[in-house]
């Protein structure tokens, strides 16, 4: 990789101050920083920040570079001035400062698992910073613990993926309650957007599972935060799409973990039904799992989010998707272990009493706790095997109402999706509670206590992906004319007007925790809330 050469720097102490300052800056800070789009004052840079530890670690290799202009949307493509690769928390902490301290400030992003799909860990001629460099130097890792009045918890490092703290605590016997469907992403990326799945009906989103952070602010400064110390804070970085903060440490909540589970799918061809079953369901006590999707016939029952349906349930699954345009599936999973074994089938039982899907369209399996929370990942690798993994992703997921999620049904499900038959990719649709959510935190949701998760999961070739985005835009017409009062998650808009309207009442908030947390506004332009750079 190219990184600063500091030979020339450490025999510079012999030169004349004025020589001293203009061979610096020739023969460093132009090789890197100079590439900056704002270029940078030289005599308000702060060289005592410039330090060996933190230079070192800058890179503008190619490959650095390339890696960190895209990501898993494969839409979008900002290339940034240069990559740091800390190993240290302070390296992170002196980068910033830097900015903060400088005249002309340079922005800097945060980049954990590059999951996004619109650039949003992306910062284009700034500087992002590649958290993964933490895992293997950094001493935060992962750690098991028990307070009194906590019990159990993990003091975790931002930059460490979920899927490397369930093995931490299933260890202990422990393990998060809150979780994202895909378990490759960091702990800093999920909480800096909510962390939802199946299981937020009941346990809330990962944002409302946390108990303190470690947090650099916009300002350079190291603060520890929490609902009782700093909560301003706290909030802020919770759902605050990377705006306030990059949060280095996250102390999660952790209960007993379940051994297995009992996993559930049943089908539908009344939507009707299908909600009504769901919100139920999320309504009673016993299920630890509620999610939904969609089975059209450009989309086989078996999907790279998990392989749950054997090959003759398959066939009959396509003999009954030929009779309907749309199916709906039904997913529900009760955690067990040894104890409840001899019951959990009665008590699986007891649970699908009532519940109106179609006679004979029940399907059950058995796995291991570890099997169903990790069952995306078997699909991704097929998927790399053949090539098709690294493709673009224009993926859209909106909080849908419940007052409207029927008229959302027949408007974009059926008139707009299946009449363009053009999606290739799961599509997600289940209800959640409003009362699992903190109002305080910066994610934003319906105002109603029901509203229904939505996540249309596409992926495309390079050639074609517009027509899919294009998909999206008609959707988002239809809803704001029929006035369907629906929410972005994972939000992504092109305007300030539509930032406003997103965020609505929390709008003023939210600048205002802006102007104390990164007044400079230094952090995660890729997000394009406050600077509205065209593509």
């Avoid at 460490?160 to 605590?169: F, P, Y």
């Avoid at 009665?346 to 369209?361: N, R």
């Avoid at 305080?440 to 509203?451: K, L, T």
């Amino acid at each position: 990789m190219c990184f600063f050469n500091f030979t020339t720097f450490k025999m510079a102490k012999f030169f004349a101050p004025g020589y001293f300052i203009l061979f610096f800056i020739m023969s460093h800070l132009m090789s890197i920083i100079g590439k900056l789009k704002n270029y940078w004052n030289a005599s308000s840079i702060p060289h005592e920040l410039l330090s060996l530890d933190i230079a070192a670690r800058l890179s503008t290799d190619s490959d650095a570079i390339e890696a960190a202009s895209t990501d898993f949307g494969n839409i979008i493509k900002e290339k940034p001035a240069a990559v740091l690769y800390p190993s240290t928390i302070k390296d992170i902490l002196d980068l910033i400062k830097l900015s903060y301290n400088t005249h002309i400030p340079f922005t800097i992003t945060a980049r954990g698992h590059g999951h996004s799909v619109r650039g949003q860990a992306m910062a284009r001629n700034g500087v992002v910073v590649d958290m993964n460099s933490l895992k293997n130097n950094y001493r935060t890792g992962i750690r098991v613990s028990w307070d009194a009045s906590l019990g159990f918890y993990a003091d975790v490092g931002g930059e460490q993926l979920w899927i490397d703290v369930l093995n931490a605590t299933l260890v202990h016997g422990l393990a998060p309650v809150s979780w994202t469907d895909y378990l490759y992403l960091t702990v800093g990326g999920t909480l800096s957007n909510a962390g939802i799945s199946g299981q937020t009906f009941r346990y809330g989103p990962q944002i409302s599972n946390v108990h303190e952070m470690d947090v650099i602010t916009g300002k350079g400064e190291f603060v520890t935060c929490s609902k009782h110390t700093n909560p301003e804070l706290f909030f802020a970085v919770l759902g605050g799409l990377g705006q306030f903060g990059i949060i280095t440490r996250a102390r999660i909540v952790l209960e007993k973990a379940p051994t297995r589970v009992k996993w559930v799918r049943i089908l539908y061809s009344d939507f009707s039904k299908f909600t009504r079953d769901q919100e139920h369901l999320i309504s009673i006590e016993g299920l630890d799992y509620v999610e939904g999707s969609l089975m059209m016939n450009q989309s086989p029952p078996n999907n790279w989010r998990s392989s749950f349906f054997s090959p003759s349930n398959q066939t009959k699954i396509a003999s009954l998707l030929s009779k309907n345009d749309i199916i709906y599936c039904l997913e529900m999973v009760k955690y067990y272990d040894d104890q409840s074994a001899n019951t959990i089938d009665e008590e699986m039982q007891k649970l699908l009493e009532g519940l109106k899907f179609i006679p004979g369209f029940m399907f059950t399996r058995d796995a291991t706790f570890m099997d169903f929370l990790n069952r995306v990942r078997s699909g991704e690798v097929e998927l790399q095997s053949k090539g098709l993994w690294d493709v673009p992703h224009p993926w859209f997921n909106l909080f849908v109402p419940k007052s409207t999620i029927m008229d959302f049904n027949v408007g974009v499900f059926v008139d707009i999706i299946l009449r363009q038959n053009k999606a290739t990719g799961p599509i997600l649709v289940y209800p959640t509670s409003r009362k699992k959510w903190d109002e305080r935190m910066s994610a934003v949701i319906p105002e109603e206590d029901i509203f229904y998760c939505v996540g249309l999961l596409y992926s495309s070739g390079f050639d074609d992906w517009e027509v899919l985005d294009s998909l999206n835009d008609k959707i988002l017409m239809n809803c704001n004319k029929k006035g369907l009062k629906i929410k972005q998650y994972l939000p992504h808009y092109k305007t300030k007007e539509d930032w406003m309207k997103h965020f609505d009442e929390k709008w003023n908030t939210f600048q205002q925790r802006k102007i104390q947390f990164d007044p400079k506004m230094i952090l995660s332009p890729g997000q394009r809330i406050f600077t509205f750079t065209s593509f």
